[in-house]
């Protein structure tokens, strides 16, 4: 990576998925309102590249991954050291030995900062993760805004305009609602009258395949093999509704003020939730703690009913105008349903 004549580099890890990209929007703007005349990196796994350049927060990124939530190598950063490090990736040494091995003229981490102006932070469990990363920066004096998760409109068409998007993939089995109540709620909306199409990621295509064949859907309301970013970004930003499990999708939604409807469990929406807003409700049911990790769908998930998902997907697409343009200037105070 060639330095850009004049200024300082920043780089910043985190090194996730494309939800972690998305609730860490407002950390990342924070950063670039605070070193406005440098040039920020981005240090994330490459298939995230379009996403990250698009949040407007960062000028180039570092293409660093590892398998599960690992944190990568940045052994391959070229050139002189960062004039500042900043770890947005973990609490943990593991993040912040990556940075520091690169030896950056100042380093901002939560695990044993070792700026003299700073006293170690206090990782809370239970913080929700937009609130976490602006609450850290807050502590070397860069403000953030939780609730800046806006993204521009994309460029691109959407493939299905004014569609009902159905989202039935997760990372994780535990956080996969059942393909079959999937089915049922995208049968119910279309007898409505309503257009679904379902969508999935790049090894996606058995479920997706699994939803539409229970639901009759027809060839042409199948997304599959993972459409890329700004296609993505499109079918999300001029949905009349996106259904999904706890995953990227249902943050770019909120970045986009699509109307949302996500299915919680393990993790309450408290964590990973989306902004209070009338257009974004959260399903889960409270219980003991499970795992976001999980080989299996987790038991609070699974008590999430196929009629109440249709009761609040009504209610949704009910309260919405149709509109094609740009949702601006939305309120960003929002709804969870417990029960």
């Known amino acids: 990576m060639s330095d850009p004549p004049g200024r300082r580099r920043v780089l910043v890890l985190r090194a996730l998925g494309l939800g972690d990209l998305l609730a860490g929007v407002p950390a990342l703007r924070g950063v670039r309102r605070a070193f406005a005349r440098d040039h920020v990196v981005l240090a994330l796994p490459p298939a995230l590249r379009e996403a990250a350049l698009a949040t407007g927060a960062v000028d180039s990124v570092l293409a660093a991954e590892a398998p599960g939530r690992a944190v990568p190598s940045l052994d391959h950063w070229a050139g002189p050291p960062p004039d500042v490090a900043v770890d947005l990736h973990g609490n943990g040494p593991e993040s912040r030995d990556a940075l520091a091995a690169l030896e950056p003229r100042r380093l901002l981490a939560y695990a044993e900062p070792d700026d003299g102006r700073v006293r170690p932070l206090v990782w809370r469990p239970e913080e929700h993760e937009r609130v976490r990363w602006c609450r850290f920066l807050g502590a070397y004096g860069i403000p953030a805004d939780p609730d800046d998760v806006r993204l521009p409109p994309p460029a691109a068409p959407s493939p299905a305009p004014r569609a009902v998007v159905v989202h039935p993939g997760a990372e994780s089995a535990s ?35 699994d939803v539409a064949e229970r639901a009759g859907l027809p060839p042409g309301d199948l997304l599959r093999g993972g459409l890329p970013f700004g296609e993505l970004s499109a079918l999300v930003a001029h949905a009349a509704l996106l259904i999904s499990g706890d995953t990227g999708l249902a943050h770019l939604a909120v ?23 009338e257009r974004h409700i959260a399903l889960w049911k409270p219980g003991p703690p499970g795992d976001p990790h999980g080989a299996v769908p987790d038991p ?3 008590r999430i009913g196929d009629e109440e998902v249709v009761a ?10 149709p509109t094609t343009q740009p949702r601006r200037g939305d309120d960003v105070r929002g709804t969870s349903v417990r029960s």
């Open 255 to 277: 970045a986009h003020g699509t109307p949302s409807l996500t299915l919680f469990g393990p993790v309450s929406p408290s964590q990973w939730g989306p902004p209070r807003a």
């Open 175 to 209: 956080r996969r609602w059942p393909a079959e109540r999937y089915a049922v709620v995208v049968r119910r909306l279309r007898a409505f009258g309503r257009r679904v199409v379902v969508s999935g990621g790049p090894a996606e295509d058995a479920l997706v395949l």
């Open 312 to 321: 609040a997907a009504q209610r949704l697409l009910r309260a919405e105008q």
């Open 300 to 302: 609070q998930l699974l």
